[in-house]
């Protein structure tokens, strides 16, 4: 087992596009570290520079404590599972699994060890016989991660490994791969676009931008800690509501206004010299869907901050319903109990849970209060 | 120690029609040979089962005592009663030749069999080959009547939809990609997978009829991920266009050698290239280099494209990635909106082309893509 250590990571290439820019990223060993982030953000980048598939163009990567930035990929002691694997059709799991370490000329008692082994770990033992075309897709999956597994490697990266996969199947093989990282007890790092893989994973999640890593924390910490707009708005769904609204300053307290609506800021939030510098500016207010309220019970509690809105759609989701607001111009979604009375057409209030309120600057994009 | 057993097992899928022929050849020769030679001779496949036998009543007996290392190893080796001598062309021999004794007599009579099987098995697979022809058919090592004729010959269904891919292997390490390949693509009747040199492999794909061009990118993806996951060797993918005819099968394999040569120039950090998507690139690629000269002559007559620094270069790449928006790059960039206003102003004063305007910003793009161009020197097909 291995920690992994990327110091000023850079990728450039050769036509000057920059897919990396000063990664830095110490991975303890046995940590499941997800990477996170939309399409060409260089996550998938990172990882192939990890496994010596991409050239690193500055900084030093260590694997163990071994600078591995020379290293051949071979040698680097870790295993992949990409998004695109293809199984050997003629060949039956047994073989599949054990095609990479035959052509590594393993002895052929060692091979059959450790696909029956790795065939167990994943519940695939009485597929051995089967060919592909024979297997499910979640079974198809399992063969590829077997092929990884059977090579006992330190470090496994995982490229999008579920993105094949249908929605049921995915959530199932998500729970899968957090169970066989614990059995396992190696060093996972696990490259996906979706925010909702990276939250049920990870130990630690890696949110990445541009090139650039944005925020990394735990997936608690990222939900209700984001340093900054995009985080806020990239985890989490239905994504964060975003609103610009004036901080007003009255005595010792902060309000934010928008629209109509004025909304004190509860004093023990409302602190730092950032807020005081914002005064009076336009800033944007952050309200996570689910800490927007329709309920009797919690309009009554918020006094008169209200928001009056007109509910544009309801969509039931079975145990909660999003409604899809227009208000003060803009628009607004809230997660609120399944019993909601509210129908599209209705004009009703709604109130912001005021203690879990978010303000970004609105020049910098970057968390002024969390 | 002898059973008879059904032949195949464990065996690679091959092309059984071929198998079929090669038995019948093998069975050819050693009947011709038998009177010579006083003793039982036969051949046993890579499963070590007889395929061929003077004595007609053995043939399908496997021989237990044959491991598959003796079938791979090129020297001649003895069971308890037979001598055995490995032959064949693949990169492992695939057949043995036996003699009954393990008298240096024997041994004799091995090697002088292996010898001429092994000939007669090289010139059948020259003549009738497909994956030969197949090789010769891209490679326009043929003429154009003989392709018909020659894949009337070989059984060889011509005016089906194929598609051409190059795999370009661009670090080496001791796995043989061709063998990985051979073994994700299989069915020997339907695709082909053809060395062309040290570090290009050709695959010859059938594909159903109007298939969804992603599914040939995936295929593709497939191969560069099976290659890189699986064996650690990274490779590039160049895709030619579908055809229907054998004919055309050259053009689309000249299509995937021009989409990774363009790839190479204008798309470095994508490893698969689909000459369908070469856009403005392939126009660029199709141009003659005194034609280029001159455009960027005319275009930077005001100051050369070589005095702009590399910072300036990547302003401006910045620039086009966002929309020619000045706020977007500048934040981008971790600059002040100012200074690349600045900056782009300097850009101006240099070529006497203000990026901010569309027309000036494409004639720029145009002319970057261009001076890649000839600076990489791509080989032109």
Redesign the interface.
């Known amino acids: 087992m291995a920690s992994v250590t990327l110091k000023n990571i850079k990728k450039v290439y050769p036509g000057g596009v920059t897919a990396v820019s000063d990664f830095n990223l110490e991975i303890a060993d046995k940590e499941f570290i997800i990477l996170v982030g939309p399409s060409g953000c260089g996550k998938s980048t990172t990882l192939r520079m990890i496994a010596g598939l991409e050239e690193i163009t500055d900084g030093e990567l260590y694997i163990g404590d071994t600078l591995a930035n020379g290293v051949a990929p071979k040698d680097r002691d870790i295993a992949m599972v990409f998004q695109r694997y293809a199984l050997y059709p003629h060949m039956n799991v047994f073989e599949n699994m054990a095609f990479g370490l035959k052509l590594r000329k393993l002895p052929k008692e060692e091979i059959r060890k450790r696909v029956e082994a790795a065939a167990k770990r994943l519940d695939i033992f009485y597929l051995l016989d089967r060919k592909p075309k024979e297997l499910s897709g979640g079974q198809q999956q399992r063969v590829a991660l077997g092929r990884a597994i059977v090579r006992d490697p330190q470090v496994f990266l995982l490229d999008e490994p579920l993105s094949n996969l249908d929605a049921k199947l995915r959530t199932q093989m998500r729970t899968e791969i957090a169970k066989l990282h614990k059995t396992l007890g190696t060093t996972f790092i696990y490259v996906t676009h979706d925010q909702t893989e990276a939250m049920t994973m990870g130990d630690r999640i890696v949110v990445m931008k541009d090139s650039l890593i944005q925020q990394v924390d735990t997936p608690k910490n990222l939900y209700e800690k984001p340093v900054n707009q995009f985080v806020a708005g990239f985890m989490g769904s239905p994504q964060m509501n975003f609103i610009d609204a004036v901080l007003g300053k009255s005595g010792e307290g902060y309000t934010l206004s928008f629209g109509g609506c004025v909304m004190p800021i509860p004093g023990h939030k409302a602190q730092g010299a950032e807020l005081e510098a914002l005064a009076g500016q336009t800033v944007v207010l952050g309200i996570r869907p689910e800490d927007v309220h329709d309920e009797e019970s919690f309009l009554q509690k918020a006094g008169g901050a209200h928001v009056e809105c007109t509910v544009e759609v309801a969509e039931l989701m079975g145990a909660e319903t999003y409604l899809y607001l227009t208000c003060e111009g803009g628009s607004l979604t809230a997660r609120v109990p399944s019993d909601t009375p509210a129908k599209p057409g209705d004009k009703r209030p709604v109130a912001f849970d005021l203690e879990k309120i978010h303000i970004f600057n609105k020049e910098t994009e970057n968390a002024v209060l969390n | 120690m002898l059973a008879k057993r059904k032949n195949g097992g464990?065996a690679?899928?091959v092309c059984e029609r071929g198998r079929a022929m090669s038995n019948r050849l093998f069975q050819g020769i050693i009947h011709q040979m038998r009177d010579t030679i006083d003793r039982t001779i036969g051949v046993v496949d890579e499963a070590s089962v007889i395929i061929a036998c003077s004595d007609l009543g053995r043939i399908g007996e496997a021989n237990e005592e044959v491991t598959t290392e003796a079938l791979t190893s090129s020297d001649v080796f003895q069971t308890a009663d037979s001598t055995f001598k490995s032959f064949g062309s693949r990169p492992h021999p695939e057949y043995a030749v036996f003699v009954d004794g393990v008298d240096p007599e024997a041994r004799k009579y091995v090697k002088l069999l292996a010898v001429s099987l092994n000939s007669i098995k090289q010139y059948y697979d020259e003549k009738y080959d497909r994956g030969n022809f197949i090789k010769n058919v891209i490679l326009d090592n043929i003429l154009p009547g003989d392709i018909y004729l020659k894949s009337h010959e070989l059984h060889f269904d011509s005016d089906v939809s194929r598609v051409c891919m190059l795999i370009k292997i661009t670090d080496k390490?001791?796995?043989?990609a061709y063998?990985?390949l051979q073994?994700?693509f299989?069915?020997k009747n339907k695709d082909f997978i053809i060395n062309i040199n040290e570090t290009d492999i050709a695959l010859v794909k059938e594909i159903k009829p109007n298939i969804d061009s992603h599914d040939i990118d995936?295929l593709a993806?497939?191969?560069?991920?099976?290659l890189?996951?699986?064996?650690?060797t990274?490779c590039m993918v160049g895709i030619g266009t579908v055809v229907d005819s054998i004919k055309d099968l050259a053009r689309s394999f000249k299509e995937a050698q021009v989409a990774l040569e363009v790839g190479k120039v204008?798309?470095?950090?994508t490893t698969i290239v689909s000459y369908n998507n070469l856009g403005i690139a392939r126009l660029i690629y199709q141009l003659p280099t005194t034609l280029c000269d001159m455009f960027l002559k005319e275009v930077f007559k005001r100051g050369s494209i070589d005095s702009l620094d590399h910072e300036t270069?990547?302003t401006i790449?910045r620039f086009f990635e966002n929309n020619l928006n000045v706020s977007e790059t500048s934040r981008?960039l971790f600059v002040h909106r100012n200074t690349l206003v600045y900056r782009l102003e300097k850009i101006k004063k240099i070529t006497g082309l203000d990026l901010r305007e569309f027309e000036d910003a494409i004639v720029f793009k145009v002319a970057l893509m261009v001076k890649?161009y000839l600076s990489n020197n791509p080989v032109k097909f």
Do not use: M, R, W
């Open positions: 464990q690679p899928a390490n001791d796995v043989s063998e990985v073994n994700l299989p069915d995936k993806g497939s191969i560069v991920d099976t890189s996951s699986e064996f650690y990274h204008f798309d470095t950090e270069l990547f790449q981008k890649k």
